[in-house]
């Protein structure tokens, strides 16, 4: 073969996998697309009924668009004790939301890290069977536990309060940490180096300040991952501040609910879908800003052994 054909015939099949790659790239690109679609389309969906009339939310046909944007249901938001929609107001539930995050998170996430440093650098007897025990009231579904826990708060005095004494229930146990995230950073706390907690124990650190100058800075993208999940679900919490909080002491997601009630006698569509839309705003924008520490986390916890 001569090397001019050697060279058409090598060109031939790059040009070849050339084709075959970006047919690939397409159809991947093409479900991608629309998988992206069906995930944003409901979303998309509240966001523009909310500015749609009631006619236009609860009409037969099919219009993703309002004819005129209309700002009255977030107005209405503001005014839910004056209109009789809901006792509380929808500022205050979501200050009610952002007081049980501000306490519980930072205060839960350092004695998880805490205890997740006892468990995955420290001699500890027995601390595999006490682990296990830990983790093995995570398969305990809460509703079964439910009744117990509001029995044991009801003698403490903490249900049926008036002011901010009934958040308690909801506040206190986050003190204690959160279990799946203590698992989560024993698993992340392996990729640390002995050698560093035993150079910090040779300079006659103390372990409180080991795991403060050294484990901490190390498991950064962890906490990051694991507030962004705890910050969720307590954002999303409706169970819970359901049954111990007051008709005027409401979570940001207990109220929607209430919103919902409301709407079997009033029908305002558009109400509720402007206080969906509202309460999604933190999420998406703690999750734009922690995005990186989040997809960090999992990179770096899959590699583990």
Same mark, same amino acid.
């Given at each position: 073969?001569?090397?001019?054909?050697?060279?058409?015939?090598?060109?031939?099949v790059?040009?070849?996998?050339?084709?075959?790659?970006?047919?690939?790239? /397409? @159809?991947?690109?093409? /479900?991608?697309?629309?998988?992206?679609?069906?995930?944003?389309?409901?979303y /998309?969906?509240?966001? %523009?009924?909310?500015?749609?009339?009631?006619?236009? $939310?609860?009409? /037969?046909?099919?219009?993703?668009?309002?004819?005129?944007?209309?700002?009255?249901?977030?107005?209405k938001?503001?005014?839910?004790?004056? &209109?009789?929609?809901?006792?509380?107001?929808?500022?205050?539930a979501?200050?009610?939301?952002?007081?049980?995050?501000?306490?519980?998170?930072? #205060?839960?996430?350092?004695v998880? $890290?805490?205890?997740?440093?006892?468990? !995955?650098?420290?001699r %500890?007897?027995?601390?595999?069977?006490?682990?296990?025990?830990?983790?093995?009231?995570?398969?305990?579904?809460? !509703? $079964? @536990?439910?009744?117990p826990?509001?029995?044991?708060?009801?003698? #403490?005095?903490?249900?049926?309060?008036?002011?901010?004494?009934?958040?308690?229930?909801?506040?206190?146990p986050?003190?204690?940490?959160?279990? =799946?995230?203590?698992?989560?950073?024993?698993?992340?706390m392996?990729?640390?180096?002995?050698?560093?907690?035993?150079? =910090?124990?040779?300079? =006659?650190?103390? *372990?409180?300040?080991?795991?403060?100058?050294? #484990?901490?800075?190390?498991?950064?993208?962890?906490?990051?991952?694991?507030?962004?999940? *705890?910050?969720?679900?307590?954002w999303?919490?409706f169970?819970?501040?359901?049954?111990?909080?007051?008709?005027? *002491?409401?979570?940001?997601?207990?109220?929607?609910?209430? &919103?919902?009630?409301?709407?079997?006698?009033?029908?305002?569509?558009?109400?509720?879908?402007?206080?969906?839309?509202?309460?999604?705003?933190?999420?998406?924008?703690?999750?734009?800003?922690?995005?990186?520490?989040? #997809?960090?986390?999992?990179?770096?916890? =899959?590699?583990k052994?």
């Amino acid at each position: 073969m001569s090397e001019l054909t050697k060279k058409l015939t090598v060109n031939h099949v790059k040009r070849k996998y050339s084709a075959k790659d970006i047919i690939i790239k /397409v @159809v991947l690109y093409a /479900v991608l697309v629309i998988i992206a679609f069906f995930t944003l389309f409901p979303y /998309v969906w509240m966001l %523009l009924t909310s500015f749609k009339t009631n006619a236009e $939310a609860t009409s /037969v046909e099919l219009k993703l668009f309002p004819e005129v944007f209309k700002f009255d249901s977030y107005v209405k938001l503001t005014q839910l004790k004056e &209109l009789q929609i809901s006792d509380a107001s929808f500022l205050r539930a979501m200050l009610n939301t952002l007081i049980i995050e501000v306490t519980v998170i930072p #205060i839960g996430t350092f004695v998880a $890290a805490l205890a997740a440093f006892s468990f !995955a650098k420290m001699r %500890l007897p027995h601390k595999r069977f006490f682990l296990l025990f830990l983790m093995s009231g995570m398969m305990v579904p809460y !509703a $079964a @536990v439910l009744l117990p826990q509001y029995r044991a708060f009801s003698a #403490i005095g903490w249900v049926g309060n008036e002011g901010f004494s009934q958040m308690l229930p909801l506040i206190i146990p986050g003190f204690f940490g959160n279990v =799946g995230m203590m698992f989560f950073f024993i698993q992340y706390m392996k990729s640390t180096p002995n050698a560093l907690i035993e150079a =910090g124990r040779i300079d =006659g650190a103390s *372990w409180m300040k080991i795991f403060i100058r050294i #484990i901490i800075p190390v498991i950064v993208p962890a906490i990051a991952a694991q507030v962004i999940f *705890w910050f969720l679900g307590i954002w999303n919490d409706f169970f819970a501040p359901s049954i111990y909080l007051s008709r005027d *002491w409401l979570t940001l997601q207990a109220l929607i609910s209430q &919103l919902n009630d409301s709407l079997a006698r009033r029908a305002d569509i558009p109400l509720v879908m402007a206080g969906s839309t509202l309460g999604s705003i933190p999420m998406i924008v703690i999750y734009v800003f922690f995005q990186r520490y989040f #997809i960090q986390s999992l990179a770096l916890t =899959g590699i583990k052994e």
